[in-house]
């Protein structure tokens, strides 16, 4: 026996296999050992080399564990309730559903040794599991029937009452004929798309992601900047899904090559609209589709929603009620800088007041607000709808973001010449903005005059006020985190996420973590001497103006989020 062997532990049904006389001890090493390496259960492997009979190897088993051999076909397949388990799990481990009886989960499995298997859907259901014996080429094509009546089932039994109501924009005429041809338009694959994209918005998901894979496709939903799997469609449908998907955005369906955008508009009701972003991304085993849900309620919310602190929204409040100035807020995509500039924009959206916004593309349509997607390959970039909007007698403007010298000098100096100038920078705080447009190549000078405030923010999922539970952290952890004696000496309650049928995993929506630093004379002063980011950041705290960790720690300590959560989003 070899030294690779000896390290081959092989079950209890392996060597009853030998003293059946049914293998020699030699080939039932070799075929263990293969079947490790291939990641094949023994028995699957026994079967698939065509070594043994399935017949012999159920028997042998049933004799060794003295449990009895089940006839699969006395099953009526439909009936199973393949339902309560994960899918990938049946496949993974070859594990069939038979029977649910009270909290019990009954398994055909070919292999009763398979314990990992029975403690993995144990713990994904929450049901005790018992194994049932079946041979393993009855098990093989069981298996491939009840998963493909599920799938079947998956993509055509939906209740027509949530989607009565939904109207969705498609694709141009003349995609027609190829959407025909591709088998897309077909109802089971339409209402699957409709489903996955209004689950979407229920949920309240930011991003829809839709990913083939070699073996897997699958669904995930971003909900509260965390990317959850929903759903793993058959494989063989990922293209007709991609296909329809480009079709409803406008695509061209012919072209799998090259990246795509398009745009997507569902109509809930008479009175709300839902658009979606789309780009397509050709990978190595097809498109990868994503959606960003642009929700123009989104922009509705109250400023009071958003999660300022009381004096870091006086200071916001403040500044953007100066007539002219620049406001810029900081943070990485995804963190809210959107939604709290509209928010800005509502209040100021009167008819009075001439508002010009660029974005790449507009992500929130608001009526009496003048939106332009900027379109480089027409030559529309902001630096051109900049000097465009200057000519068109503006009050207020919205760059969707400065990325070049050429628009930083046109908001500047627009800033300078009476107008209101809102814009974003991907930067990681409120200092490092100012030090970032100086070494963009912006005058020291230009920024001191033009800047009246910026904001950092990035988004904490909120806990959920239903199954929050209270920590008991020691007092050096806390005062590690960053709290202070005097906060800790308060009775300081820190809590934790547990999850409940109200929330996802603890957490139920986000809320806004801020750093609002207005640029007052003492930081006008430095800007003009040449002041780095850390200098700016210590006459920034000097005058009592909370960081982002700061700021993040006010939520700890309301209760709002927990402390897991700000050191995910603002720990260096």
């Not at 949530?162 to 109207?167: A, F, K, Q, R, Y």
């Not at 229920?202 to 839709?210: N, Y």
């Not at 070699?214 to 995930?220: H, T």
């Not at 072209?255 to 569902?266: A, F, H, S, T």
Request: hydrophobic share 40%.
């Amino acid at each position: 026996m070899s030294k690779d062997q000896v390290k081959v532990k092989p079950s209890g049904l392996a060597w009853r296999l030998v003293r059946d006389q049914l293998l020699s001890e030699q080939q039932m090493l070799t075929a263990y050992e293969e079947a490790m390496k291939e990641g094949d259960g023994f028995v699957q492997h026994l079967v698939k080399q065509k070594l043994l009979d399935s017949r012999h190897i159920a028997l042998a088993a049933s004799h060794e564990f003295g449990v009895p051999l089940l006839d699969l076909g006395a099953f009526d397949l439909s009936s199973l309730p393949i339902s309560l388990v994960d899918e990938r799990l049946i496949r993974r481990h070859r594990a069939l559903p038979l029977l649910k009886r009270g909290n019990r989960l009954f398994l055909a499995v070919s292999d009763p040794t398979n314990d990992q298997a029975l403690e993995e859907i144990r713990f994904n259901t929450g049901l005790s599991t018992d194994a049932i014996l079946v041979e393993e080429e009855r098990l093989n094509l069981a298996l491939q029937n009840a998963l493909e009546a599920n799938d079947t089932t998956a993509m055509s039994e939906f209740a027509d009452a949530d989607l009565e109501n939904l109207d969705v924009e498609g694709g141009a005429d003349e995609d027609a004929e190829a959407a025909l041809d591709a088998n897309i338009d077909e109802a089971p694959v339409v209402r699957y798309v409709n489903k996955i994209l209004v689950d979407a918005i229920t949920s309240g998901a930011s991003d829809i992601h839709f990913e083939p894979f070699e073996k897997f496709f699958r669904i995930r939903f971003r909900q509260d900047g965390i990317l959850r799997e929903v759903a793993s469609p058959p494989l063989n449908l990922a293209g007709r899904l991609t296909a329809r998907l480009k079709v409803m955005s406008r695509m061209n369906i012919a072209e799998r090559r090259v990246p795509q955008d398009g745009r997507i508009k569902l109509k809930l009701s008479k009175s709300r609209d839902i658009d979606f972003r789309v780009n397509t991304l050709p990978t190595l085993y097809g498109e990868k589709v994503v959606l960003r849900i642009l929700d123009s309620s989104a922009a509705q919310v109250g400023i009071e929603s958003l999660g300022f602190e009381l004096e870091q929204r006086e200071a916001f409040l403040k500044a953007i009620k100066k007539p002219y100035g620049m406001i810029l807020v900081t943070g990485p995509t995804g963190s809210g800088k959107t939604v709290s500039l509209y928010s800005a924009l509502n209040i100021l959206n009167e008819p009075d007041i001439n508002i010009s916004t660029v974005e790449d593309p507009v992500e929130i349509q608001v009526a009496g607000i003048n939106q332009c997607n900027m379109n480089p390959k027409s030559g529309l970039t902001f630096a051109a709808a900049l000097r465009a909007f200057l000519r068109q007698d503006p009050d207020i403007i919205m760059v969707g973001e400065i990325r070049d010298l050429e628009t930083a000098e046109i908001a500047v100096k627009a800033a300078q010449t009476g107008h209101l100038v809102l814009s974003t920078l991907h930067t990681n705080d409120a200092p490092q903005t100012l030090t970032r447009l100086a070494n963009m190549g912006i005058p020291p000078f230009n920024i001191a005059s033009s800047v009246l405030l910026i904001m950092a923010q990035r988004l904490a999922r909120r806990l959920c006020p239903h199954c929050r539970k209270p920590l008991d952290l020691p007092r050096e952890a806390l005062k590690e985190e960053g709290f202070s004696d005097a906060e800790i000496d308060e009775g300081l309650t820190i809590y934790g996420p547990v999850g409940c049928d109200q929330c996802n995993k603890g957490y139920r929506g986000r809320v806004g973590i801020f750093q609002v630093m207005p640029v007052t004379e003492e930081i006008s002063r430095l800007i003009l001497e040449g002041g780095n980011s850390m200098q700016l950041a210590e006459q920034a705290e000097r005058e009592g103006i909370a960081d982002l960790r700061a700021s993040g720690l006010r939520k700890v300590k309301a209760g709002t989020t927990s402390l897991e959560e700000i050191n995910r989003v603002t720990k260096e």
